[in-house]
């Protein structure tokens, strides 16, 4: 069973613009949560999506958003970049998100400049 | 906001030692996990625990989840040079937190050959 992708690998934009992030999770899985990791927060949890719906959320602002499609493969876009937004973004797949374990992706390493 | 405290922070072993590593909360924890981090990769996860006092092992890894589900912590025997990497244990909140995981800081692990 092919693992969680996320497309693409590494990113550089410059602050101000907008950027869009895509994950496909494991075939089967519909909980899709995307999580900012950076040398100084660690591992920090954006949002979850299942089923098409935004069922959790962490706080950060609202520059950063999400979207899940009916194949559950998502899309997290980051408008008005800047320079702190520099971190790699993961995604993790789970079946359902409640208790069950998730996997995660390689991350899009994204660089603002 | 819920925090998990993970150490060590870092270990410098020679290879052939036993490794421990732990991380406690003040909160509860309905699911433990834990994951290791290579350079430019997401997180891998090695070990899976769901109930208060299980204790499972993967090979060499041998983790456990505390009586009280507000700690864990992870052993590694015999280290090998290619256990080198970021050790992250991760906690799943009870229900109403779906998808969203909490991350303890890392214990980042060297092995000497």
């Known amino acids: 069973k092919a693992g969680v992708t996320q497309t693409p690998r590494y990113l550089i934009k410059t602050r101000g613009q907008q950027v869009t992030l895509s994950c496909s999770p494991i075939?089967?899985?519909?909980?899709v949560s995307w999580y900012q990791q950076t040398p100084g927060q660690g591992l920090q949890f954006l949002f979850e999506?299942?089923?098409?719906?935004?069922?959790n959320k962490g706080n950060f602002p609202g520059r950063f958003s999400g979207r899940q499609f009916s194949n559950s493969r998502s899309e997290m876009n980051v408008s008005t970049l800047e320079l702190g937004d520099s971190a790699l973004y993961l995604c993790?797949?789970?079946?359902?998100?409640?208790?069950?374990?998730?996997?995660f992706g390689p991350g899009t390493r994204l660089t603002v400049l | 906001g819920q925090q998990l405290n993970q150490s060590p922070q870092s270990m410098f072993i020679q290879e052939g030692e036993d490794v421990s590593m732990n991380c406690t909360s003040s909160s509860i924890f309905n699911t433990w996990l834990w994951y290791k981090q290579d350079p430019g990769e997401g997180p891998v996860l090695l070990i899976a625990l769901y109930k208060a006092g299980e204790l499972t092992s993967n090979g060499r890894l041998t983790a456990q989840f505390g009586i009280t589900r507000k700690d864990s912590f992870l052993n590694i025997s015999a280290s090998i040079p290619s256990d080198v990497g970021i050790y992250f244990c991760a906690g799943q909140l009870p229900p109403g937190n779906t998808g969203k995981l909490i991350f303890g800081q890392g214990t980042t692990l060297q092995v000497k050959p």
């Open positions: 999506y299942f089923s098409e719906t935004q069922r």
């Open positions: 993790a797949s789970s079946t359902s998100g409640s208790t069950d374990t998730q996997y």
């Open positions: 075939s089967g899985h519909r909980s």
